[in-house]
């Protein structure tokens, strides 16, 4: 069981992954490594920040929180260029550590740690790769929510990993409901509510859909989108991304 989550200075919060980086294409774990957007991330964080534009709307003064690490911070500036309001960084927020699987792709996770890699796949937790204990993470992540300005809505700007354990969170879902959700593709985002005291999920996984007809475009092109899979909870069918689902 989880206890109470902390009270928190917004009532609304969306939770938007990073674009995508050349790592997440190729398969390689990121972690804390620091790979910046290739070029399609960038171009999936323009996508997305025109559509959280209008998601925000009209409150008045609304917070950007990113994670430090670069991937998150270019694509959280494409959203603060569009509202006109600054980026807030905050390291509380990077990814989960990986230890000694960062900078290595799913191939040689496997080849050189067979055991962990099958406990990965298998949604078990992952003993002698070092990094970080994943449980550890939304402890750091909501202390740098709660350390943000009143604000109606805060947009927070993170990774596949970090994103997962934080909703898991605010939702009171324990270590036992792990993979309940599915994993934040790239540049997609999940939407959270402060409704009768208690967070509710709205929405999850929405990011701009690549539209059938040239020149679609506005909220009807917006979808939930099918995610990639990564560590901590193994890997959909036909995916490259290793960070999506930590």
């Known amino acids: 069981m989880t206890g109470a989550v902390p ?8 939770i938007w ?19 910046p957007l290739d070029e399609e991330g960038r171009r999936q964080a323009a996508r997305s920040a025109r559509h959280l534009a ?37 390291p509380r927020l990077r990814e989960v550590g990986m230890g000694s699987w960062e900078g290595l792709t799913r191939a040689e996770v496997a080849e050189r740690y067979p ?19 994943p449980a550890t993470v939304p402890a750091r992540a909501l202390a740098a929510l709660g350390d ?24 009171g879902l324990g270590p036992e409901h792990r993979r309940v959700f599915g994993p934040l593709a790239n540049s997609a985002w999940s939407e959270l509510a402060l409704q ?5 999920l709205l929405r999850h996984n929405v990011a701009p859909h690549q539209p059938v007809c040239p020149g679609a475009e506005g909220p009807a092109a917006v979808r939930p989108l099918e995610a990639g899979g990564s560590p901590e909870e193994g890997v959909p069918p036909g995916s490259e991304d290793a960070d999506a689902v930590l």
Not at 7 to 14: I, K, N, V, Y
Not at 148 to 171: C, I, K, Q, S, W
Request: proline content about 8%.
């Open 7 to 14: 009270p928190l200075p917004m009532s609304r919060l969306l």
């Open 17 to 35: 992954r990073h674009g995508r980086t050349e790592w997440n294409a190729t398969g390689r774990f990121q972690g804390q490594l620091d790979p």
């Open 54 to 90: 209008a998601a925000v709307g009209p409150a008045e003064d609304p917070v950007v929180v990113s994670s430090d690490l670069c991937r998150a911070v270019q694509t959280a500036t494409e959203l603060t260029d569009l509202l006109g309001v600054p980026l807030r960084e905050d």
């Open 115 to 133: 055991e962990q890699y099958t406990d990965w796949i298998a949604g078990r937790p992952i003993r002698g790769r070092g990094g970080e204990d």
């Open 148 to 171: 943000l300005p009143d604000t109606p809505v805060a947009v927070v700007v993170t990774h596949g990993g970090t994103a997962a354990r934080l909703m898991e969170r605010l939702l």
């Open 196 to 200: 009768s005291g208690r967070w509710r």
